[in-house]
């Protein structure tokens, strides 16, 4: 079998130790060494940072630490935004004019703009926790931050003692999607917006994307896991992300009628269709990477889970398991900043 480190290493693209330039952003300047950054800022969001104390110089809003060389080590909320709310309203009041005033247009921009909130958290492996603070989804690559998601996988399963073929229903993102317009997709995933768990998001998505009613994904599906990679966009910006992952078999000696409920149909428009492909199909497209890159790694996860990706036909078997399960070197991001 063809190694699938190639369609893994199109999303898991960036090693955040090996750049020179990313500054560490913490909370609060006092946390530093205490705590771990919150995201990776670029000196392009840097420079926009200290304009923006321009426009606050009776009470800054950003802390820029320098050492005695002028390089600078972190930036963080100043200490007079030591709430959630206080920082949720600096951070979105902000990237709003920036949105506005046309700032980052290739990211933030017009349509791009998504009008939904995600939740920034201290540990990004601590979502019980409450947020330090809440942005707009487009605007969190700009800092670098954890985002999260759910994707789910909805296959036939081989019917008992048969020599049938996985069967995977896949979805082709419609060609207006502000993002990866006509790549393939999960059966049916969306982002976390804050106050949402993983389920609650998966019910809305599934039902909205795919026309899955809510009672049977929560009878039917399972989560399998998490994954997680870190993607740095085409031009630059850094996304590591946290995919949760379900499952939905479809139950077998389904009538006609039954098997409706577990047939996904667009809905929102945000899929031009759905198409129920043999697993060596999808395998197939994947090779060729027409799926959405974090799409393909909730598969490889998917195909690793179902015995089809095996260390006997995967020679990068272990690299790419612990690939799709790091922590994005989230310890070393604030190396500079002691």
Known sequence: MKSFLPVLEVCDNFNPI??????????????????????????????????????????????????SSS???????????????????????????????????????????????????????????????????????LFGVVTYGV?????????????EEMKIWVARR???????PGLYDNTCAGGMVSGMGPLETLCKESFEEASIPEEITKKYAQCTGAVSYYFQTGIGWLQPEVEYTYELAIPHNLSQEELKAFTPTPQDGEVSGFELLPVSEVIDRMHQLVFKPNCAVVLIDFLMRHNIITPENELNYLEIMTRMHGRFDIEQWGRKAV
């Not at 994707?151 to 020599?163: D, E, I, Q």
């Open 71 to 141: 390089n600078l080590k972190f930036v963080a909320f100043a200490a007079h935004l030591n709430t959630p709310d206080v920082r949720s309203k600096v951070i979105q009041e902000m990237c709003r004019r920036w949105h506005e005033t046309g700032v980052f247009a290739n990211v933030i921009g017009g349509r791009l703009w998504r009008n939904e909130l995600y939740a920034v958290y201290a540990n990004p492996f601590k979502t019980s926790e409450e947020p330090l603070f809440e942005m707009e989804r487009v605007t969190a690559a």
């Open 18 to 67: 090996e750049s020179t330039d990313l500054v560490p952003f913490y909370a609060a300047a006092k946390e530093v060494g205490k705590t771990l950054p919150i995201g990776l800022l670029k000196p392009e969001t840097v420079a926009l940072l200290v304009e923006d104390n321009k426009l606050h110089e009776k009470e800054e809003f950003w802390v820029l630490e320098y050492n």
């Open 151 to 163: 994707h789910m996988t909805v296959y036939h399963p081989p019917a008992p003692g048969s020599n």
């Open 174 to 180: 419609a060609l207006t999607k502000q993002t990866f």
